[in-house]
């Protein structure tokens, strides 16, 4: 079993959608959780970090965490074409610069 | 403030040679942190540098190996390279504070390496 899971899709929805991504990790013991967005030919950037369980808004973005299910989302509201990219959950496992990160969900939001 | 820069931004080798990348990370940034990524492993890390020293490690083999120079500047080496081998690299720096767990890792573009 991978330590974080993430569905790799495609997703693809219209201009203005709710769009959902989620993950799914193993360690109960990770405490800090990390959204990264890529776009083509380019490195991942950091979109959101949240601790522990809760939700964390900037924006359209909403992160969220259920520590208890060991599940975490991201929510984009009003998706806009300029989202389509490639979004990765990503997990510290300990500290230092070693992240784990999920496969990937590729988003295409269509105008 | 510029970013992290990685050279070459693309690189074709052939099986059994060796190849060597570069990262400049931001400016104060002490932490360099190596990815691979491919389509079937998805971000895979390989190790991290901190002032100069190897402070992490992942499950790659030993034909994988870098260095830290003593501007933070990173190489990562590859020897005796595999079809498999064949990967956008990406290099990542940080504050490099140590003590947190959310250190905030920012990316470079990448080095696109094919092996043939």
């Known amino acids: 079993q991978k330590e974080v899971e993430q569905d790799p899709g495609p997703l693809s929805v219209p201009e203005g959608a709710i769009v959902s991504l989620n993950c799914t990790y193993s360690n109960s013991a990770f405490q800090y959780f990390m959204w990264y967005r890529q776009y083509s030919r380019k490195g991942p950037e950091l979109l959101m970090y949240t601790y522990s369980s809760g939700n964390k808004e900037d924006g359209r973005f909403t992160a969220q965490v259920d520590k208890s299910s060991k599940y975490i989302s991201l929510f984009i509201r009003d998706s806009q074409p300029s989202d389509s990219a490639t979004y990765l959950c990503?997990?510290?496992?300990?500290?230092?610069?070693?992240?784990?990160f999920g496969q990937g969900t590729e988003l295409s939001v269509k105008p | 403030k510029a970013g992290v820069t990685q050279t070459p931004r693309y690189l074709i080798k052939t099986r059994g040679q060796q190849v060597t990348l570069s990262c400049s990370p931001i400016s104060g940034h002490r932490s360099v942190s190596w990815y691979q990524q491919t389509p079937g492993q998805g971000l895979q890390f390989l190790f991290e540098?901190?002032?100069?020293?190897?402070?992490n490690k992942g499950n790659f083999p030993g034909r994988f190996s870098g260095r830290q120079f003593s501007n933070s500047r990173s190489e990562m080496n590859v020897s005796t390279l595999e079809l498999g081998d064949s990967a956008l690299y990406l290099c990542?720096?940080?504050?490099?504070?140590?003590?947190?767990?959310?250190?905030?890792?920012?990316f470079g573009s990448g080095t696109q390496l094919s092996v043939l």
């Open positions: 990503a997990i510290p496992p300990s500290r230092g610069g070693k992240l784990i």
């Open positions: 990542a720096s940080s504050l490099g504070r140590g003590a947190d767990t959310n250190e905030k890792l920012f």
């Open positions: 540098y901190f002032s100069e020293t190897q402070r």
